[in-house]
T-cell receptor, first 114, second 114 residues
Framework: DAGVIQSPRHEVTEMGQEVTLRCKPI?????LFWYRQTMMRGLELLIY????????DSGMPEDRFSAKMPNASFSTLKIQPSEPRDSAVYFC????????????FGPGTRLTVL | GQQLNQSPQSMFIQEGEDVSMNCTSS?????WLWYKQDPGEGPVLLIA?????ELTSNGRLTAQFGITRKDSFLNISASIPSDVGIYFC??????????????FGKGTKLSVKP
């Protein structure tokens, strides 16, 4: 199995631009998570889905952030418009179980907003 | 909100030494987990603990779920160079019949003694 796949691995963009991060969870997994990691705040949950349904999006910073999971094998995290403070590493994770525990993390997308 | 205090923040190891780190909280948790993160990669789940007092091993790693349910410990025996990385504890609690989200500690960075 290829594990959780994220793209792109690196993204550099200018303030105000739209950014879309993509994730393919491990096949057959029922839960998908989006996390953000910064030096200051550590690992923070943004949103997670069970069976493609968003369960908790209370960690999504503000209306500029949106996440979708149109099917069991694909999810996107969109930031529009992006700001320099959004610079971070964004991780997608999946789990075969229903619930709030991420078991397998992807390699992350390092986002830099200039 | 809930916070986890992880210590030490960093430590240096010499090959062959035993290593200990811990995580404490002012809140009770139902689940404790330990992850390891290597540079440029996502966290990898090492050990999951589900019951107060539980002691679980994964090779040279041993973790314990504290009796008070407010702490957890991770020990690494006979450390080897590939043990370097950042170790994160994470806790999850249930409340009001619902499963709370996973909260991560800030990490313990393990480095090799020069």
């Amino acid at each position: 199995d290829a594990g959780v796949i994220q793209s792109p691995r690196h993204e550099v963009t200018e303030m105000g631009q739209e950014v879309t991060l993509r994730c393919k969870p491990i096949s057959g997994h029922n839960s998908l998570f989006w996390y953000r990691q910064t030096m200051m705040r550590g690992l923070e949950l943004l949103i997670y889905f069970n069976n493609n349904v968003p369960i908790d999006d209370s960690g999504m910073p503000e209306d500029r952030f949106s996440a979708k999971m149109p099917n069991a094998s694909f999810s996107t995290l969109k930031i529009q418009p992006s700001e320099p403070r959004d610079s971070a590493v964004y991780f997608c994770a999946s789990s075969p179980l229903i619930g709030p525990i991420p078991q397998f993390f992807g390699p992350g997308t390092r986002l830099t907003v200039l | 909100g809930q916070q986890l205090n992880q210590s030490p923040q960093s430590m240096f190891i010499q090959e062959g030494e035993d290593v200990s780190m811990n995580c404490t909280s002012s809140s009770i948790f139902n689940t404790w987990l330990w992850y390891k993160q290597d540079p440029g990669e996502g966290p990898v789940l090492l050990i999951a603990l589900y019951k107060a007092g539980e002691l679980t091993s994964n090779g040279r790693l041993t973790a314990q779920f504290g009796i008070t349910r407010k702490d957890s410990f991770l020990n690494i025996s006979a450390s080897i160079p590939s043990d370097v990385g950042i170790y994160f504890c994470a806790g999850q609690s249930n409340y009001g019949g619902s499963q709370g989200n996973l909260i991560f500690g800030k990490g313990t960075k393990l480095s090799v003694k020069p």
